[in-house]
DNA sequence: GCCGTTTTCGGCCCGACTGTTTTCAGTCG
């Protein structure tokens, strides 16, 4: 049985656990042996004895034996007997946890949301001890609610519900400080709810304030220091706000900005040291709370480097605290070589578009429209392009401060031959080639075109490899490990295109790519001079995947990559 | 269930909120 799976099964052992109530800690053990696993980079051919990995014990250690000689734990398939399948998606019921459900289930015989949604209406679980009314009624309205509201919602649709919430924070007076966490902060492709730290020396006022200016379906809780609402927005979702002091803002925004093992691993680190972390300070021995003036001070304390929201996630990020500083940063960037403009279906002329790059302290960028093929976005033809590259040269002659290249994005046909002819490629200062046709295409047909591309001299880029919009579609299914392997044999450059909605590559991707040295360019494919603003999470999301600055094209002197376009 | 150069037993990250309670258990993040 592969790695894999023995992880998933070790994860649904500690469900069926968790659904007979059973210890806590006892459930953990066994999530924590997944995570064990997982975090192991070995095949687990390659680990020897498995016993000897700190987290698996005996009783875990017996469970993937099984799994690897019989294809078959044990342990499971008693779980599985006693406790019935329909009891699992009962888990997804917010107030209902392993406790309650075990509960139901031993009093009342309930074995499914179906039995359960019945046992309410007919009032059948207010009887039981710990249950009451209320609970009946909260029951049935999460049920009912369960099927409404999408489990993970993408960062491009948590984006302007993000901005509608800032707009309104700034609007209230008693506010001093704020700032999203959570998930969002980390840059996942996608949230189950957005967090936001506020700091008040009001915090009364600003609870009642949040309740009257934010649209709000639902409230779910108000206490003194957390308010918690459903917001009536277009696909709802459910947002967290913690009010704290100003003193404690700095610890409360690392604890709610996470990951939850970034955090334990935190508090393991304090609490070898005597020390107790909360979301208020920092607990000594003697009592006393130490606070902070920003999240670098609280790592400082702990002898720890800053280690950025974008890598807080398993655990181990602590093991590579050597490669923060090689990390990229948006400072590195120095400069943007995918966009468009009014020539096929940007908003905005050359001029607007080289302006807002100088504006950020661009050193260079390219120009690169759609091609004659993609008629729906305007598409320039032969004729438009070679007008469009005297005209970038012209502009040219304004500037000393910026050098424009001249680009195109040109499409890679069904067919798998190219738009424009290599005589006008080679023109082209930087050739960019995009799948934007026949997603549906056989993987053999796709790579095929992708290969036709990487292989001409004349093409510099493959811009958003996969084609994924997050959450929505899966694009047109490439095989990237080839991919990668191809760009490296020729030299090509990956694209990471910043664009909220594609994020393409994805992380285990970039990882792949880094692997492979092959360079990576961060690009906001901007067809609007404010989605230039997108290299920011483009070069957050590349530090998810711990690209080094060396690596990412955009890093790159002018002078470096003219090298690497002209060769 | 797992772990240990202060521990082979007694901890395991820590606190808020709700709904059920008369001091707390369960759930959640």
């Not at 999203?180 to 506020?198: C, M, P, T, W």
């Not at 093991?319 to 020539?343: A, E």
């Not at 493959?462 to 760009?487: F, K, S």
């Not at 230039?532 to 080094?548: E, F, N, S």
Request: hydrophobic share 40%.
């Amino acid at each position: 049985m592969d790695k894999k799976t023995i992880i998933r099964t070790l994860e649904k052992i500690a469900l069926y656990m968790e659904l007979q109530g059973e210890n806590p800690f006892k459930i953990s053990a066994f999530r924590k042996a997944a995570q064990v696993l997982e975090l192991d980079a070995r095949s687990l051919a390659e680990m020897d004895n498995i016993l000897s990995l700190k987290g698996i014990g005996t009783a875990t250690g017996a469970v993937i034996e099984d799994l690897m000689n019989k294809e078959q734990s044990n342990l499971l398939l008693e779980l599985q007997n006693t406790v019935p399948s329909g009891l699992l998606p009962m888990l997804k019921i917010p107030g209902l946890g392993g406790k309650k459900i075990a509960k139901l289930y031993k009093e009342l015989q309930i074995d499914s949301i179906d039995a359960l949604k019945e046992a309410c209406e007919t009032k059948k679980v207010q009887s039981l001890a710990g249950f009451a009314a209320k609970t009946e009624e909260k029951i049935l309205a999460e049920i009912a609610n369960l099927q409404s509201k999408p489990e993970r919602t993408a960062v491009w649709q948590l984006e302007p519900i993000v901005d509608m919430i800032e707009r309104k924070l700034l609007n209230i007076p008693t506010i001093e400080k704020f700032s999203v966490a959570g998930s969002y902060r980390r840059v996942k492709e996608a949230s189950k709810d957005i967090d936001f730290i506020i700091g008040t020396n009001s915090p009364q006022e600003v609870r009642e304030e949040l309740l009257n200016v934010l649209p709000i379906i639902k409230i779910i809780a108000a206490g003194d220091t957390k308010v918690s609402v459903t917001l009536a927005v277009e696909n709802e979702i459910d947002a967290d706000f913690r009010i704290v002091e100003l003193h404690q803002y700095a610890s409360a925004l690392n604890h709610f900005t996470g990951s939850k093992d970034h955090n334990i691993k935190m508090r393991q680190i304090a609490k070898d040291l005597g020390k107790k972390i909360s979301e208020y300070g920092v607990e000594l021995e003697d009592g006393t709370v130490q606070h902070f003036e920003s999240e670098k001070a609280f790592y400082a304390y702990f002898d720890l480097p800053y280690i950025p929201p974008t890598v807080r996630e398993d655990g181990s990020e602590f093991s590579k605290l050597d490669q923060l500083p090689s990390l990229v940063t948006l400072d590195d960037i120095k400069g943007d070589f995918h966009m468009h403009t009014t020539w096929s279906d940007g908003a905005h002329s050359i001029e607007e578009m080289v302006e807002a790059c100088r504006a950020k302290g661009y050193s260079h960028m390219v120009i690169t429209d759609h091609s004659d093929y993609l008629k729906v976005a305007n598409g320039l033809s032969k004729e438009r392009l070679l007008r469009q590259i005297e005209t970038i040269y012209e502009l040219q002659a304004k500037y000393t401060d910026i050098e424009l290249f001249a680009g195109s994005e040109m499409d890679i046909l069904p067919d798998g031959s190219l738009d424009f002819e290599d005589e006008v490629l080679q023109q082209l200062d930087f050739v960019i080639a995009s799948i934007h046709s026949s997603f549906s295409q056989p993987q053999e047909k796709i790579m095929e075109r992708l290969f036709n591309a990487i292989k001409n001299p004349h093409v510099h880029m493959i811009a958003h490899p996969t084609g994924r919009i997050i959450e929505q579609r899966d694009g047109y299914n490439p095989d990237v490990p080839t991919l990668i392997e191809w760009a490296k044999e020729y030299g090509k450059i990956l694209e990471l295109n910043a664009n909220p909605y594609r994020l393409d590559l994805k992380t285990d991707y970039l990882k792949l790519a880094k692997e492979a040295s092959v360079p990576i360019a961060i690009n906001t494919d901007a067809h609007h001079i404010d989605q230039l603003k997108y290299m920011d999470i483009g070069v957050r999301y590349a530090q998810k995947a711990w690209l080094h600055k060396e690596s990412i094209v955009n890093t790159w002197t002018l002078e470096k990559f003219k090298q690497f376009i002209k060769k």
